[in-house]
């Protein structure tokens, strides 16, 4: 399993698939980053911290190479890309010599670079086959592939394991972040980009303060495009300093439980998505969502049943939206109530995991019965490679 970054979305996503192949007796290695933020967890799998930012990608690749050469895996299977633009030569020379999965967590580019998205639709064109978590998605990308290429929809997991031990109260999770413990909280969590529409979220503001004076706006994630003066301004244009709460930083894994109990509703105005891992949390969590009905969102949201679902670009229904949820707790915490309901039943990992080996196994023609390798070492060493490199290409 190769996950590069060591950080945010994917590499939550990859930590929890490959546990749970490893309770389905996969054997199997995760390649990730020197700077892995989830080393501490204990786990079923073995991870090798192989990249490292400060290595160049020729030294990147190549000790990548020798590893694969050495390891001699059953399937290789890419979570996140090295680099945006060279990667469309290594996987295809890869995948000439061993079965090659790539997962698809976006399908389309977030801010539509046209080099990145030619590379990332090379190396999709190039697998065996392409797992995506939505049907939108799915379509999609089979519009895009070759036709020997298989699409495969498989859901992705929930995000239970971000909730502490001990669940915190709403006050106690306030006070540990250092939040107003007296307001109306509203989230807005994940890496900072144009496309999840948090400039529309600052200017609906006003609106909801009309009803609910008390509403305050969290905003916390690394920003990844654009200035911290551009959100700054949009703050201050909108009137609402006091009203705002703006963390442009990455949370750590074990903080990102601690944002979702300290909130009353969870927002996404996003403009357009195929999926999104931050939602997940808040569904897993027990928080209450307001979305856009946009791409995967309208797939596992019913508006009104396990969240509240609004046009996107409509800054008053959003408001609106945000300050009926705020109104009413009760209704509120049914609809979360009915989220994680979901979340537990409908995105589990070990039927996500599940349907990951089915697919190793329809790619290698064996028995279900047999439990593949992947990135299984042959020689018996457990010491980790030595890092190799990465240029990290993905947020929260």
């Known amino acids: 399993m190769v996950e590069t970054g060591g950080w945010g979305g994917i590499a939550h996503y990859a930590w929890n698939l490959c546990q749970a ?12 980053n020197a700077q892995y933020e989830l080393a501490a967890l204990p786990c079923s799998f073995r991870a090798e911290w192989c990249f490292d930012a400060a290595v160049g990608y020729v030294r990147t690749a190549g000790a990548l190479l020798r590893r694969l050469s050495i390891l001699s895996p059953d399937v290789v299977h890419v979570q996140s890309l090295i680099s945006t633009r060279f990667d469309a030569l290594l996987w295809p020379f890869i995948r000439r010599r061993m079965p090659l999965i790539m997962t698809a967590h976006n399908v389309r580019g977030h801010e539509n670079t046209p080099w990145a998205s030619w590379t990332a639709w090379r190396c999709f064109r190039t697998a065996d086959a392409v797992i995506v978590h939505t049907q939108e998605s799915a379509d999609t990308l089979t519009r895009g592939v070759s036709r020997g ?42 890496a900072i980009r144009p496309y999840k529409g948090i400039l529309g979220l600052i200017a609906a503001l006003p609106r909801i303060r009309v009803r609910h004076p008390d509403a305050h706006l969290v905003i916390v994630g690394p920003l990844l495009v654009g200035t911290q003066d551009e959100y700054r301004e949009a703050i201050k244009k909108a009137g609402v300093e006091a009203g705002v709460t703006f963390r442009p930083q990455y949370v750590p894994h074990d903080r990102v439980g601690t944002y979702f109990a300290a909130a009353d509703v969870a927002v996404y105005n996003y403009r357009e998505v195929t999926d999104s891992g931050s939602l997940r949390i808040a569904c897993s969590l027990n928080t209450p969502v307001v979305a856009t009905a946009v791409g995967g969102f309208r797939e596992f949201l019913t508006d009104g049943v396990t969240g509240r679902l609004v046009p996107s670009g409509a800054s008053e229904l959003l408001a609106e939206a ?9 209704g509120a915490v049914k609809m979360a109530e009915a989220a994680r309901a979901l979340a537990t039943s409908a995105w589990s990992w070990a039927d996500s995991a599940k349907a990951t080996l089915a697919l190793y196994h329809e790619l290698l023609g064996i028995r279900s019965s047999e439990s593949p390798r992947l990135l299984s070492s042959q020689d018996g060493s457990e010491a980790p490679a030595p890092p190799i490199g990465t240029t990290k290409t993905h947020g929260t």
């Not at 192949?21 to 990730?32: N, P, R, Y």
């Not at 997991?157 to 999770?173: P, W």
């Open 21 to 32: 192949l490893a309770q389905e007796g996969v054997d199997l290695v995760l390649f990730t």
């Open 149 to 190: 290429t298989r699409v495969r929809l498989i859901r992705h997991g929930d995000y239970a394991f971000f909730e502490a031990a001990e669940r915190q109260d709403r006050k106690e999770a306030r006070r540990l972040l250092d939040l107003p413990r007296d307001r109306k909280l509203v989230l807005a969590f994940g």
């Open 322 to 330: 945000i300050s009926d949820v705020l109104a009413d707790p009760p």
